[in-house]
């Protein structure tokens, strides 16, 4: 098991969700923003550093630095696989302000993906003949030769190689962020009701921008990089026991 606090506290989900939640009454036009952390598990944090000030906010950050450290996750595997991740305080507030700080620039990148740059240090290949919006239909995204990761066939003409490897270890449910993208930015046929997911339509319908396919590849090729340089520099986990 592990020491302190649980993400459920008092019965109540503390929800990392945002740090706030919002609704809108029936009575008001205007919306009711709410912190979804409690008083009380903030004063959990604040009692472990006496004379420092810690908002709602930095312990919102916090708790999504400490989810991205590879040492917590190792260290608690077996547990985070059966329940509700549990939050440790760490022993000194500087440690605790470098995951909130580490926290705070991991989810702003984050929660703003298709605002990051594109990568350019890969070298995308877009064949011949004019690039019109047809040229960058995607219908499912192949690895190369021998599902060599660091070469992709978006589609019959376009190819990106040089891909760094060392971005498929940014892991996001059990598998890479990039891995997520090839598999959804795709056509798809769904068995059971015949209702055809067609990734082309939404970068068109939705987005207005047919390259998005293929831009959010690269989008979150940039994130993934950054994302694993941040947790890589992230302090150890020295937690301050009940």
Known sequence: MLPDVPLRHGGQPMSISQGSLFEQPSTQPRLVRREAITDEGLKHFQDAYPGQTISKRE???????????????QRYADTLRKELPRIPRVKTYEAFIAFS??????????????????????????????????????????????????????????????????AYDYIVNGKAALEWVVERQC????????????????????????????????????????????????????????
Not at 61 to 73: A, K, T
Not at 190 to 196: L, P, Q, T
Not at 222 to 228: E, F, G, N
């Open 187 to 242: 056509v798809k046929t769904d068995k059971a009701s015949g209702i055809v997911n067609d990734a082309n339509d939404w970068a068109i319908e939705t987005m207005g921008n047919p390259r998005y396919p293929l831009e959010l590849f690269l989008r979150v090729l940039t994130i993934s990089l950054k994302t694993m340089k941040i947790v890589k520099t992230l302090p150890a986990l020295d937690i301050l026991e009940n």
């Open 101 to 166: 700080d580490a926290g705070r620039r991991l989810g702003e990148m984050h929660v703003n993906f298709d605002s990051q740059p594109i990568y350019e240090g890969v070298k995308v290949d877009y064949g011949k003949g004019p690039l019109s919006p047809e040229a960058f239909r995607v219908e499912k995204m192949k690895y190369g030769k021998g599902k060599d990761k660091s070469v992709l066939h978006y589609n019959d003409r376009i190819t990106i190689t040089g891909i760094p490897l060392e």
């Open 59 to 73: 312990l919102f950050y916090y708790v999504y630095g400490i989810l991205h450290s590879e040492e917590y996750r």
